[in-house]
Every structure is written in structure tokens, then in C-alpha cells.
């Protein structure tokens, strides 16, 4: 189980698809399984919220763009 919530882990980490993300084995050794899915679970909502924010700050240069070509 904790292989593969760090292979989870690894995949958000990851900003582009091919990027090849490398843990060291030895620092995941001192989390437990609770420990790691609290690291999931953050790193989700960061993603989530980036992705917010994101289009948020889009969204507003697009209006912005809008009113100035009128």
C-alpha cells in the first residue's frame, strides 16, 4: 500500500507528463501509511486550487481583453 501512495504522490508532483519524479526511499521510510495519505490528500487540494485559480486569473484577462477591444 505505501509503494503505491508514493507512486500516487509522485504523479502530482509531476507539472509535466513526461517529468520523471525521484523520492529517496529513505525519507518516505519515516512516513507511515496515514502520514502518506495526508501528503495525497494535500497535494490534491493544491492541484485543485491551482487549477481555481487558474482559470479565475484567465477568466480575467479575458474580460479585460473583451472591454478593451470595444
Not at 502520514?35 to 484577462?61: A, G
Request: charged residues 45%; glycine residues 0%.
Amino acid at each position: 500500500m505505501k509503494q503505491i501512495l508514493i507512486e500516487e504522490i509522485k504523479e502530482l508532483i509531476k507539472i509535466n507528463p513526461n517529468d520523471c519524479i525521484e523520492i529517496n526511499p529513505k525519507y518516505l521510510e519515516y512516513f507511515d501509511e496515514e502520514e502518506l495519505l495526508n501528503i495525497k490528500k494535500e497535494l490534491e487540494l493544491r492541484k485543485e486550487n491551482i487549477s481555481k485559480i487558474s482559470n479565475n486569473y484567465l477568466d480575467e484577462i479575458y474580460e479585460k481583453t473583451k472591454k478593451d477591444e470595444i
